[in-house]
């Protein structure tokens, strides 16, 4: 039997409107802003980690309608003596999943055997987490990197009265459902990495369940467990931090 010929793309998820971040930051999208003592921004730390894998043959950026150019010009220095082909852009769409699902879909002519999606929010993300993640997709098909919980966490009853992040706490008691055991959970980080045939069947198949159904995929590991099968993790990063607020920074 021929073996499979590996070759690896990678998605940077840059195209949400990062209103929590922008809102302290005179507008500046999170993945725009500069990261303190290097001479890069948000992105351009987390397209470097990428650019420097000689694995990586193709990384896709999502950015928001008409904003390629406002993406290019954040990566300043980043971009530079990188091969033109290499780093492509796509409009994101109106979820994060449209966004991943676009990606995929300007992938699907270069034909790579396994792809890594990462949030363009995580610019502390390193080399080796990268070149684990590849190792672990061809191994196991699909992978995240997580963390253990520290802390005790508990399911609510009523979760809807606590709100959302986008909405404030309705009135009313809340209370507590069932203490969930800690030794079970874990915090899911990225990149994820999937064989690229399958993630993209499976995104084909969340997209045609949104539309007939009032649901929303939020996590790429999500879409695979849910239509393709089981997710393999592996140790993540406790420095690889996600940027929500200013403060993160």
Known sequence: MQAMQISVAAILCAAGSSRR??????????????LPGKNLTVLGAALGAFAS??????IVITVPPGAE???????GEALAGQEHSRILFVSGGPTRRASVHNALLLLESCHPSHVLIHDG??????????????????RFDAVIPALPLLETPTE?????????????????PVFIKRHLK?????????????????????????AERESKEQCEYTDD????????????VIPGDPENKKITYPEDL
């Open 121 to 138: 929010a995580r610019p502390w993300i390193k080399p080796d987490l990268v070149e684990r993640i590849i190792d672990a997709a061809i």
């Open 21 to 34: 971040f922008a809102g302290s930051m005179g507008g500046v999208k999170k993945e725009y802003a500069p």
């Open 182 to 206: 800690r030794a079970e959970l874990c915090i899911a980080q990225t990149p994820q990495g999937f064989r690229f045939p399958e993630i993209l069947k499976a995104h084909e198949k969340a």
């Open 69 to 75: 150019e406002e993406a290019r010009a954040s990566l």
């Open 221 to 232: 590991a999500e879409v695979w467990g849910e239509f393709i099968g089981q997710v393999a």
């Open 156 to 172: 609510l009853a009523a979760a809807e009265l606590a709100g959302t992040e986008n909405s404030a706490p309705r009135e009313g």
């Open 53 to 58: 894998s000689p694995r990586i043959e193709t």
